[in-house]
């Protein structure tokens, strides 16, 4: 069985020119890009290299965006005939990723359903009433009561467990300001408000998970080709109803993504590929567990250096 596990990025590893150098060597890449446009009508190759950083951070247009990359890069890896992976796991948005390349949902279904997602999410709460923070250098536990004692204010909650010491909070700003102060007056070493426009994968985020049900529910889902380990519990599930749960589930409730690369170790892992733009999830697998080896795709030498893995 294959050591690799792929893993995929979410929101905020978006950027103006990513995979440009990728595409200049593959057609594939922009052949993705066009497949994306044609089903959701705009020309996505466009705006990512030549729009604005502040349209792409529209969540509705990063969450496509995001997947479209993904998915083309691991399109190459195929064409390459790249050591196929044993599992595989996607941060927040990234679970759909996953889903797509490892054959549980058509790409041009998940296109549809994450761009709807994305406008869900962000109609759920208004714009300026919601707040995200980092929380840099505290432990899980201090954190969480931090959040409890913040929640007089209004809904405040752990939501991203990054790495150890690295924890994402998000609510209302009231109380999302309370707890930064309690955090910071805990022994934080940097609480760091985040450029987000709403409060995600908080129970705030349960009336978009509610409007996206009827999509979600409408598309066929299969057995994965490969096992995925999911957001919400850090386990794998074979069941396709099941899986649409499990992401519907994830909207508003926190990516627990430490234990998703420990479940990944667990089940054999000894390197990470990191399928999308970015080098987030790698820097956050060499704080998890250092034995990891960890790799990216997003500019020729990386891809090709990753594809020598086996």
């Known amino acids: 069985m294959s050591h690799i596990a792929f ?8 950027k103006i020119g990513m995979l440009s150098e990728l595409s ?21 190759w466009e705006l990512i290299q030549q729009g604005e950083q502040e349209q792409i951070n529209l969540t509705e247009r990063t969450q496509p965006i995001l ?6 890069i691991w399109r190459l890896w195929n064409e390459h005939n790249g050591t196929q992976p044993s599992q595989m796991a996607g941060h927040s948005l990234g679970e759909w990723s996953a889903l797509v390349c490892s054959g549980v949902v058509d790409f041009a279904d998940a ?5 709807a997602r994305g406008q869900y999410m962000q109609q759920a709460v208004p714009v300026g009433e919601g707040a995200m923070a980092a929380i840099i250098g505290l432990e899980d ?4 009561d931090a959040c409890s004692n913040a929640q ?13 010491g690295q924890v994402v909070i998000a609510g209302s700003n009231g109380a999302v300001e ?4 309690a955090c910071k007056a805990a022994g934080a070493k940097r609480a760091l408000p985040l450029p987000v426009s709403a409060p995600f994968h908080t129970s705030l985020m349960k009336p978009a998970a509610d409007n996206l049900a009827d999509l979600v529910n409408s598309v066929t889902f299969s057995a994965p080709q490969v096992p995925v380990v999911h957001n919400v519990h850090a386990q794998t599930e074979s069941n396709p109803e099941t899986i649409k749960a499990l992401m519907l589930e994830q909207i508003y409730s926190p990516v627990k993504w430490v234990g998703c690369v420990n479940q990944l170790k667990s089940n054999g892992a000894t390197t990470l590929i990191e399928c999308g733009p970015g080098k987030v999830l790698s820097g956050l697998a060499k704080r998890i567990d250092r034995d990891l080896l960890s790799l990216s795709t997003d500019n020729v030498a990386d891809f090709t250096a990753a594809l020598e893995t086996k």
């Open 152 to 164: 007089s204010l209004g809904v405040v909650d752990a939501v991203n467990f990054n790495a150890p």
């Open 178 to 181: 309370a707890a930064m102060d």
């Open 24 to 44: 200049q060597d593959h057609a594939l890449i922009k052949q993705t890009f066009d497949e994306a446009s044609d089903v959701l009508g705009y020309n996505m």
């Open 67 to 72: 997947l479209a990359s993904s998915v083309a």
């Open 7 to 14: 893993v995929f990025p979410g929101q905020g590893s978006q």
């Open 141 to 144: 536990q201090a954190i969480l």
């Open 111 to 115: 296109l549809k359903i994450v761009r």
